[in-house]
C-alpha cells in the first residue's frame, strides 16, 4: 500500500473515531481535519500513555508503524519531557475539535476573517485548523517556551501556514492585535486573567479548559464578554477536559507567613462519617464542585499502611494548613480526621459535599461563572429549580447553609 493510501485510511480511521465524541462533526471541521495532517505536526519522538499512570516512548526512526497509529489516535500525546515531567503535549483531537466547535468557528457561514487569539500554540495543530477556518490573517497564537513556538512556527509553514506566532506568557495574552472576538486556551486555568478579558471584544467569547487544586483539569468554560464592554461577562462550563494547567514565566514564591510567637495552631482530632471516597475517589461532578468551593485545597492518597491502612493526605497551597482522614480497613461509617493550621479543611470539604448534594448533585454542566466589571470572579451552580447558588473562588464558601 502507498504511503499516501496508508495515511488516507488512517485519517478516515481517525475521523470515524473522533465523531464517535463530536456528534456531529460539523463540516467545516471535517474539512479542516482533513486538511490538517496531525502526524506533520509531531516530533519523531512522543510519548503515549502507558496505560498504567505514565507514559511509554515511541520513536519513528525505530517504530514507525507504531508512531503513526498513535499520531492518528483520539489521544492525547506528550511532545516534550523535563527532567521526567510532561511539559508540552498534542492534545486529544476530539477535545480539540469540542473545543473549536464551543468557539462558534466551526460554522461555514462568518468564520472567515474572524480575528482569533490562541494561547499556547503547542505543535501549531490547533492554529493549523484556526488558520482553515479563519485565513492566516486573523489568527495569532501565543506561547511561552521559545523552543516550543519556533517548532510550532516549522511545523505551520511546512503545511502552508504562517498566523503570527508570537512568544510571550500567554496569560497577558497579546495586547497588540486586540479586540478579538474569540480567545482559545489550549491550556487549563482556575481564573480568567484580566487582560483575556481586556483584549476580548464586546460579546465576544472566551473558551477556556478549567482546573482546581482539588479536580485538576477537568470541565471548559464558555464565557461572553459583556455587550457594554465594561470587562465583566458570563458564562457556563461544560463537562470535558484534559489539558495541562497554564505555566507561569518564572516559579512565584509565596510571602512568609508572619511569625506571631504563639506557633502553629494545635491538631484538632474527630471522626467523620463521610467518605474520603465520596470526594477524592474519581466522581469528577463532586470533585468539581469540591475544587471550586473549597479554593487551594489538594489531596493524595496514602496506602502504604504506615499510618493507617488508607489515609487521604489532604493540604492546602499555602502550605499552613493539613488534614488527614483515615479508614481502618473495617468500619466504613467512620473516619478519623486529623485537621491543623489555619483552616479547618476537613471541615470546608464536608460541608461542601453537603452542599453539592442539597442542590441535587449537579453535573459540571450545571456551573457557570460570573465575571463583575470590578474584577470580581464567582462561580455559581444551578439547583434543580433554576436558582443559583454562588461560590467564591477567593475564599471557601458552605454552599450547605446558602
Given amino acids: 500500500m502507498s504511503t499516501t493510501a496508508v495515511l488516507a485510511a488512517h485519517t478516515e480511521q481517525f475521523l470515524a473515531e473522533v465523531a464517535q465524541l463530536v456528534r456531529p462533526l460539523p463540516p467545516a ?50 511532545t516534550q519531557l523535563t527532567d521526567g515531567v510532561p511539559t508540552s503535549s498534542a492534545s486529544m483531537p476530539s477535545m480539540v475539535l469540542r473545543t473549536l466547535a464551543l468557539a462558534d468557528l466551526d460554522l461555514d ?36 517556551d521559545p523552543t516550543v513556538a519556533a517548532e510550532a512556527e516549522r511545523n505551520l509553514k511546512a503545511v502552508g501556514h504562517a498566523p503570527r506566532v508570537v512568544r510571550g506568557d500567554a496569560g497577558a495574552g497579546w ?36 482546573n482546581s487544586a482539588w479536580c485538576g483539569g477537568y470541565g471548559t468554560l464558555v464565557l461572553t464578554t459583556t455587550p457594554d464592554g465594561g470587562g465583566g461577562g458570563e458564562g457556563r462550563f461544560h463537562n470535558f477536559a484534559s489539558y495541562m494547567a497554564m505555566r507561569e514565566p518564572a516559579p512565584s514564591t509565596p510571602a512568609p507567613a508572619d511569625d506571631d510567637g504563639s506557633g502553629p495552631p494545635p491538631e484538632q482530632v474527630t471522626s467523620s462519617a463521610l467518605s474520603p471516597w465520596a470526594v477524592a475517589g474519581g466522581d469528577l461532578n463532586a470533585e468539581f464542585h469540591v475544587g471550586l468551593a473549597v479554593p487551594g485545597a489538594y489531596f493524595s492518597w496514602d496506602a502504604s499502611g504506615e499510618h493507617a491502612p488508607t489515609r ?61 466589571a470590578a474584577g470580581d470572579q464567582t462561580a455559581w451552580a444551578e439547583g434543580t429549580d433554576g436558582t443559583r447558588e454562588w461560590v467564591s473562588l477567593d475564599a471557601a464558601v458552605d454552599l450547605s447553609q446558602s
Fill in 109 to 144: 457561514r462568518e468564520s472567515a476573517g474572524r480575528r482569533v487569539l490562541e494561547l499556547g500554540a503547542g505543535t501549531g495543530f490547533n492554529a493549523a485548523l484556526l488558520c482553515q477556518l479563519c485565513g492566516d490573517q486573523a489568527v495569532t497564537t501565543v506561547e511561552l
Fill in 175 to 210: 495586547s497588540a492585535g486586540a479586540p478579538y472576538e474569540r480567545i482559545i486556551a489550549t491550556f487549563s486555568v482556575d481564573r480568567i486573567p484580566a487582560a483575556w478579558l481586556e483584549q476580548t471584544e464586546p460579546g465576544g467569547r472566551i473558551v477556556t479548559p478549567w
Fill in 29 to 78: 471541521l471535517d474539512r479542516a481535519m482533513r486538511a490538517v495532517p496531525r502526524h506533520l505536526f509531531l516530533p519523531a519522538v512522543i510519548w503515549p500513555r502507558d496505560g498504567e499512570g505514565g507514559y511509554r516512548p515511541c520513536d519513528r526512526a525505530t517504530d514507525p508503524d507504531d508512531w503513526l497509529s498513535a499520531a492518528y489516535s483520539d489521544a492525547p500525546l506528550v
Fill in 312 to 372: 487521604l493526605d489532604v493540604a492546602d497551597d499555602t502550605g499552613l494548613s493539613w488534614a488527614t482522614v483515615d479508614y481502618d480497613g473495617q468500619h466504613a461509617d467512620r473516619f478519623t480526621v486529623t485537621q491543623a493550621g489555619p483552616r479547618r479543611l476537613w471541615d470546608e470539604i464536608a460541608a461542601a459535599y453537603a452542599g453539592w448534594e442539597n442542590l441535587g448533585r449537579p453535573s459540571v454542566d450545571r456551573y457557570g461563572l460570573t465575571v463583575k
